[in-house]
T-cell receptor
Framework: DAGVIQSPRHEVTEMGQEVTLRCKPISGHNSLFWYRQTMMRGLELLIYFNNNVPIDDSGMPEDRFSAKMPNASFSTLKIQPSEPRDSAVYFC?????????????FGEGSRLTVL | TQLLEQSPQFLSIQEGENLTVYCNSSSVFSSLQWYRQEPGEGPVLLVTVVTGGEVKKLKRLTFQFGDARKDSSLHITAAQPGDTGLYLCAGAQSPVIPVRFGAGTRLTVKP
């Protein structure tokens, strides 16, 4: 079975450019999460969706960040304009919220470098 | 401030040694997970514990959930180089509140 699929795996861009990260969750999962990982701050929850609806976006750092989930099989995380401090690995994860254990299945991540 | 505090942050040991890493919080969790992450990959779930006092074993790894469901430990017996990685604990406070992660313990096992 396919796991969580993220693209691109690597992106290098210049400050001020728009960045769009993409995620395809595991089929049948109804919750989707975006995390950001840096050495300094670890794995931070940015936003999560349940049944395609954003539930909690309190972790989104600023208005420059936005996320959408137009359907059950696709989500995007957009940064506009990007800044060097946004450089990090961005992970998408999915789970089935019917379980009461919160188990997450992660993609391989998108490594973003903003110059 | 991390909701979940992990210790130690870094651990470097020789092959064959035993080790324990800890995950502590002042919050109660409905479940707690341990993940391992290798370079260039996403975290992969090792185990989930849901009952206070629960002990689970996965080959040479032993996981324990505290009686009050606020803390957990991971013990590795006879560590091997393949155990090298970042070990993350993560807690869920309810089925509708998402998992939050500790900062992790970075383990290196030298041959």
């Amino acid at each position: 079975d396919a796991g969580v699929i993220q693209s691109p795996r690597h992106e290098v861009t210049e400050m001020g450019q728009e960045v769009t990260l993409r995620c395809k969750p595991i089929s049948g999962h109804n919750s989707l999460f975006w995390y950001r990982q840096t050495m300094m701050r670890g794995l931070e929850l940015l936003i999560y969706f349940n049944n395609n609806v954003p539930i909690d976006d309190s972790g989104m750092p600023e208005d420059r960040f936005s996320a959408k989930m137009p359907n059950a099989s696709f989500s995007t995380l957009k940064i506009q304009p990007s800044e060097p401090r946004d450089s990090a690995v961005y992970f998408c994860a999915s789970s089935y919220a019917g379980l009461n254990t919160g188990e997450l299945f992660f993609g391989e991540g998108s490594r973003l470098t903003v110059l | 401030t991390q909701l979940l505090e992990q210790s130690p942050q870094f651990l470097s040991i020789q092959e064959g040694e035993n080790l324990t890493v800890y995950c502590n919080s002042s919050s109660v969790f409905s479940s707690l997970q341990w993940y391992r992450q290798e370079p260039g990959e996403g975290p992969v779930l090792l185990v989930t514990v849901v009952t206070g006092g629960e002990v689970k074993k996965l080959k040479r790894l032993t996981f324990q959930f505290g009686d009050a469901r606020k803390d957990s430990s991971l013990h590795i017996t006879a560590a091997q180089p393949g155990d090298t990685g970042l070990y993350l604990c993560a807690g869920a406070q309810s089925p509708v509140i998402p998992v939050r992660f500790g900062a992790g313990t970075r383990l290196t096992v030298k041959p």
